[in-house]
């Protein structure tokens, strides 16, 4: 079945510096891959999203990679502030109308 | 802005009730979806439906149901609430047209089965 992972254990980083957060995942080949905010006690939000065709997709202060031969997304936020903090998503899609999601990520920035 | 409501934010039951949360979104879209989450686990779908009166299987559907018939409204049901059922419930909607694969999602119902 399909899986996705994230890195379980929360990143820790200094305001101003650049956080990486990673997803893997295994057995699909997604069509798109997304990346949501999640902050204590609320719902998700949706941040970016990224195709397969796409090596790069950027935000203001976000970017993401995706590459398919590695099965792997890489979402930076560079000049991180404290209001950063939160846990980050890994979703990608998986045929119809269905998407699964990771675990998420715990991201600290400490001013 | 799209808005998608939960009807309550915290809810406490006994085991054996019958459950119900109910979601709402104002943007007519076509697409809802019912998640739990829990620590550890991520967001695991239990349904989804595709348009009024349709429904689909998530994931791990055992011991709920849903209803959807109106456009706005999607609910899911726990027949018989069991202390395994204790979790984060989270409703989300999307759109089939333009920008289908975003899901956005209500602020979650944290449900406590005692």
């Known amino acids: 079945s399909q899986k996705i992972e994230q890195n379980s254990e929360a990143l820790n980083i200094q305001e101003g510096k650049t956080a990486t957060l990673t997803c893997n995942y295994t057995n699909y080949s997604p069509a798109y891959l997304q990346w949501y905010r999640q902050d204590p006690g609320r719902g998700p939000v949706f941040l970016l999203l990224?195709?397969?065709?796409?090596k790069e997709k950027r935000k203001e202060r976000l970017k993401v990679t995706f590459d398919t031969t590695l099965k792997q997304s890489l979402f930076h936020i560079t000049a991180s502030q404290p209001a950063d903090s939160a846990t980050y998503l890994c979703a990608l899609e998986t045929g119809g109308f269905k998407t699964i999601f990771g675990a998420g990520t715990r991201l600290f920035v400490k001013a | 802005d799209v808005k998608v409501t939960q009807s309550s934010r915290y809810l406490v039951k006994r085991t054996g009730e019958k459950v119900f949360l109910e979601c709402v979104q104002d943007m007519d879209h076509e697409n809802m979806f019912w998640y739990r989450q829990d620590p550890g686990l991520g967001l695991r779908l239990i349904y989804f439906s595709y348009d009024v009166k349709m429904k689909e299987k998530g994931d791990i559907p055992e011991g709920y149901s849903v209803s959807r018939e109106k456009k706005e409204r999607f609910s899911l049901i726990l027949e018989s609430a069991s202390t395994n059922q204790t979790s984060m419930y989270l409703c989300?909607?999307?759109?089939?047209?333009?920008?289908?694969?975003?899901?956005?999602f209500g602020p979650g119902t944290r449900l406590l089965v005692l």
């Open positions: 990224i195709r397969e065709n796409e």
């Open positions: 989300a909607s999307s759109s089939s047209s333009g920008g289908r694969e975003t899901q956005y």
